[in-house]
């Protein structure tokens, strides 16, 4: 399909980068008749890993049959078909379904759990403590165990970029480096847009790289600012765990708030509060206990990680139905410039990159973006695809659908884009318009808009309107001097 509006999300063009030729549907099941024989290593790979993914799938429903199982195997294996609209939605309006997308976070648990893991056994044998590099030993495995969380997570882009910066992170452990630096952030994004450039315009990889440079930058400064040759006490080691949750949150929404304003109209207003809830369950229990789970999978025990792992989930989603059904959870933002957008992010990459006053200009640019937001011109009249679908702005500045068969996906972006609450079905009341069983009229801004629908209407819509709409070739000898 075509974007729905200009500059809106282009189907055919990621399609194109994904190698994806054609779509279409089938009006029977197939009938699977039996592997063929793999031509080369990189067949015989795929297969393979196709296969352990079934399995590992097969085992996580027979242990948590429902929803719960295939929220897990989304965690696990990456395959969100499972999940229902009303789940995602729930974790979309709560500001939690970066929680169902295998990404930094699930990456960073699993292979931090292997390294923490592996060093703290080390580190308890007084001969290997004293006599082997621990730590690299520990970061190597790391990177083993995030090769092959990628592996059976199917290789989704996003999973691709996060394993990329967990191998930067303990690739520079192993050259005795620090780990958590800017550099690596923009090592990392070099090596993504030398291998697949046509993410640069991705929005993941804009709101992924936006929040680690935010939080990277802001560990730096937070690390100078606080003194951590104290150890604090047990109640202080609570406070910070939280606080850093917070504080973790409100810095990364703010580094991706430019980006989900400018290509998803919307924002999660109790994103913290979810966040607060929810992200201490996965990381202390549902992602511990994914990996213990496929620790004892091939053992057969797999269900002694999975039943606390479904516990867990189950509290996610409590949490994201409730903060997501809350008042104003929501908000709705209207499309902004292209100028406002470029002066926000370029505000922000000057503010996070420099450590001295002049940073500060960055402040100004970003200002100066939240200023010309509002200023995003608005089209009185839009059309869809084959003239099925036409709205056009009201005397309330909202726009007002006519009736009849139109595409339902392309009116919803339209309302995204204005910023409207609306659904499809409120927005499609033709209020504006005065229909009978040949075609509608409208008027905007003083000027006469006729839909027609069939030929009959066509002769007094060509001597009366001033923007005809057809769906056939304009006739000769019409007046209208603007015909769609």
Same mark, same amino acid.
């Not at 290789?155 to 050259?175: C, D, E, K, N, P």
């Not at 990889?205 to 006490?233: G, N, Y």
């Not at 989900?260 to 966040?275: D, G, K, P, T």
């Not at 007046?479 to 769609?484: D, E, H, L, T």
């Given at each position: 399909?075509? +974007? ?33 024989? +793999?031509?080369?290593?990189? =067949? ?67 292979? %931090? ?42 290789? =989704? ?15 520079? #452990?192993? *050259?005795?480096?620090?780990? &958590? ?68 949150? &409100? ?14 109209? =919307?924002?999660? =207003? ?26 004892? #999978? +091939?053992?057969? *025990? ?36 292209? &100028? ?30 939240? *200023?010309?937001?509002?200023? #995003? ?41 204005? %910023? ?65």
């Amino acid at each position: 399909a075509k +974007p729905a509006l200009p500059g809106g999300f282009d189907y055919a063009r990621t399609a194109w980068f994904e190698s994806v030729g054609a779509v279409g549907y089938a009006f029977a099941a197939p009938t699977i008749e039996g592997h063929a024989d +793999p031509n080369s290593i990189v =067949q015989w790979y795929r297969r393979t890993i196709e296969d352990i993914r079934q399995a590992i799938a097969a085992r996580i429903r027979a242990a948590l049959p429902g929803e719960v199982g295939e929220i897990a195997l989304a965690l696990i294996t990456g395959e969100r078909g499972g999940i229902t609209t009303e789940t995602n939605n729930a974790f979309k309006n709560s500001g939690l379904f970066h929680i169902l997308s295998i990404s930094g976070l699930h990456m960073v648990i699993a292979a %931090g759990a292997v390294f923490y893991s592996v060093r703290l056994m080390l580190a308890a044998v007084p001969r290997f403590a004293l006599t082997m590099p621990i730590k690299k030993i520990a970061a190597a495995l790391g990177i083993i165990s995030a090769v092959a969380y990628l592996a059976i997570s199917g290789g =989704q882009f996003a999973t691709v970029r996060s394993a990329l910066m967990i191998f930067i992170i303990f690739g520079s #452990m192993l *050259l005795d480096r620090p780990a &958590l630096a800017l550099r690596n952030v923009a090592l990392a994004a070099f090596l993504i847009l030398a291998i697949y450039p046509e993410s640069l315009l991705d929005a993941g990889f804009q709101m992924s790289f936006a929040a680690v440079t935010a939080l990277i930058a802001s560990h730096e400064w937070l690390s100078r600012l606080f003194d951590r040759s104290r150890k604090p006490s047990p109640v202080m080691h609570v406070v910070i765990f939280f606080g850093e949750i917070i504080a973790s949150t &409100l810095i990364a929404s703010a580094a991706v708030a430019p980006f989900a304003a400018y290509n998803f109209h =919307q924002s999660q =207003q109790y994103a913290v509060l979810a966040n607060m809830i929810a992200i201490p369950i996965c990381n202390l229990i549902v992602m511990p206990a994914a990996l213990i789970a496929m620790v004892l #999978m +091939p053992f057969g *025990l797999q269900w002694i990680g999975l039943v606390p792992m479904g516990w867990g989930i189950e509290g996610m989603t409590w949490c994201a139905n409730k903060v997501g059904a809350l008042p104003g959870a929501v908000g709705h933002l209207p499309a902004i410039p292209e &100028l406002a957008f470029v002066l926000m992010i370029v505000g922000g990459m000057w503010f996070l990159l420099w450590r001295t006053r002049i940073r500060l200009l960055g402040v100004a640019l970003f200002i100066a973006g939240l *200023l010309i937001a509002p200023w #995003m011109p608005r089209p009185d009249i839009l059309i869809g695809q084959k003239g099925l679908l036409v709205a056009v702005r009201d005397a309330s500045g909202k726009l007002s659908a006519a009736p009849g068969k139109s595409t339902k996906y392309d009116l919803e972006r339209w309302l995204e884009y204005d %910023g409207d609450s609306r659904s499809g079905k409120d927005a499609k009341t033709g209020d504006a318009f005065s229909c009978d069983a040949v075609g509608c009229i409208a008027h905007v801004k003083g000027a006469t808009v006729a839909v027609a629908r069939h030929p009959a209407s066509v002769t007094d819509d060509c001597l009366n309107a001033d923007v005809l709409i057809l769906d056939l070739p304009k006739p000769e000898g019409c007046a209208v001097p603007r015909a769609v």
